[in-house]
């Protein structure tokens, strides 16, 4: 039995794991896929106190030892289903079933596709949801980024390094980034910028990306990009689905937590990107993890 079972290996369940553990607590983590989240993929970090500049896969390596340091159990599975029987909650996976008596969710979000025809025929061969895995593959060649947030323009500057050309491409006529980010893209003189363009379709070179088929959103006009490298940056997707039947959602996919991250179920509580807030970002993922964390300790001492 465990006392914590943390769904979720972002910065938000790692941030859980650890005040958790210093708690004395018994916390078995569980992740789908990678320790590290969204943060990890992410070429440089420079809006966490204290820390000037770091890259977001040594920011979530640095994290992933110190619990681990702490005595942290881990498991890769796919959970299915979360349910309450008294005081006790089980977790079922898709490889094994885990008891607890109490649970974090910190399932983060998943990339937002385009949903234009032949997307998911042309992932891995030309089309990609993220720059820092996949833009090495891309050096000295012409690429195209479409997004106009946060992610999107973190996309551009990293590849603007290293390609000869970056397109972006953006549906309305202004970005959604922080102002510095925005200005740094703009003074790279191999980033060519393309507004109010919805994507309409891909074109292909046998099974590869060839190029991107645009229509102007105003004057209706054909826009035709060659791009053997194009990277969608267009938001997320909550993961939630497995818990509709266990905590509230909203319409969207998105926990329903209060201020101290408890869910709709007692002893059920969630942090991240996961919820339902206003804004995400690293230092509220970490400090939704410590909340949870502390009030999930709180609540297991006094049953």
């Keep these: 039995m465990n006392d914590i079972i943390i769904i979720g290996g972002g910065a938000a369940g790692m941030t859980a794991a650890l005040y958790a553990l210093r708690s ?75 008891s607890a008596k109490s649970v974090i969710i910190a399932t983060g979000v998943e990339h937002r596709k385009i949903n234009v025809e032949g997307e998911d025929d042309l992932i891995g061969h030309g089309l990609s949801y993220c720059a820092t895995c996949d833009g090495a593959f891309y050096s000295g060649q012409d690429v195209a980024v479409i997004g106009d947030a946060n992610t999107a323009l973190q996309y551009i500057l990293l590849l603007a390094n ?26 790279k003189n191999n980033i060519e910028i393309i507004q109010n363009i919805a994507l309409q379709s891909f074109t292909k070179d046998g099974s590869e990306l060839a190029g991107l088929n645009f229509i102007n959103t105003k004057s209706k006009n054909k826009v035709n990009i060659s791009v053997k490298g194009a990277f969608i940056a267009i938001g997320q997707l909550p993961k939630n689905d497995f818990l509709a039947n266990t905590i509230d959602l909203t319409k969207n996919g998105y926990i329903q937590a209060d201020e101290n991250m408890a869910t709709s179920t007692e002893g059920v ?26 009030n999930a300790v709180a609540y297991i001492d006094k049953i």
């Design 24 to 98: 004395g607590k018994k916390v078995l983590l569980i992740e789908k896929n990678s320790f590290g989240g969204q943060i990890a993929l992410s070429p440089r970090v420079e809006n966490y106190p204290s820390i000037k500049e770091m890259k977001g896969a040594e920011f979530s390596d640095n994290l992933f030892n110190q619990i681990d340091d702490l005595g942290l159990k881990w498991e890769l599975d796919n959970i299915q289903k979360v349910e309450k029987n008294d005081n006790t909650f089980t977790v079922i996976g898709e490889y094994a079933t885990y």
């Design 162 to 187: 290293y390609c000869n050309k970056v397109y972006v491409c953006t549906l309305f006529d202004k970005f959604f980034a922080d102002p510095t980010l925005i200005n740094r893209m703009k003074k």
């Design 269 to 294: 509580f969630a942090c991240g990107d996961c919820i339902d807030k206003k804004i995400r970002q690293l230092t509220t993922a970490v400090s939704d993890g410590t909340i949870a964390a502390i």
